[in-house]
Nanobody
């Protein structure tokens, strides 16, 4: 059973930066894609960024392009989301999830989430 634990959330001013981490344990991780998602109050969960199993290919939501960077360190079973130039509309609970295959698609294991709050 894979367990995912997010960390690095917090409160920042608009224009600030945060780096989220997603640490995996208890099962295979390095051979699977990983995604970062977020859910704001009253809104549906949306994908933010995704990365293939080897870190070669990344995908971003339009809202994240140019500001967020997803990366992974398979030796540490950890995936990161560097978030720069944060905006109040980035406020949400951020979740990481392990994909069901090497490439982004369906996701079968989810973390508990970490809160990101961006003040204007």
């Amino acid at each position: 059973q894979v367990q995912l634990v997010e960390s690095g959330g917090g409160s920042v001013q608009a224009g600030g930066s945060l780096r989220l981490s997603c640490a995996a344990s208890g099962g295979a991780f390095s051979s699977y894609a990983v995604g970062w998602f977020r859910q704001a109050p009253g809104k549906e969960r949306e994908v933010v960024a995704q990365i293939t199993w080897n870190g070669v290919t990344t995908y971003y939501a339009d809202s994240a392009k140019g500001r967020f960077t997803i990366s992974r360190d398979n030796a540490k079973n950890t995936v990161y989301l560097q978030m720069n130039s944060l905006k109040p509309e980035d406020t949400a609970v951020y979740y990481c999830a392990r994909g069901a295959s090497r490439w982004p698609g369906e996701y079968d294991y989810w973390g508990q989430g970490t809160q990101v709050t961006v003040a204007s």
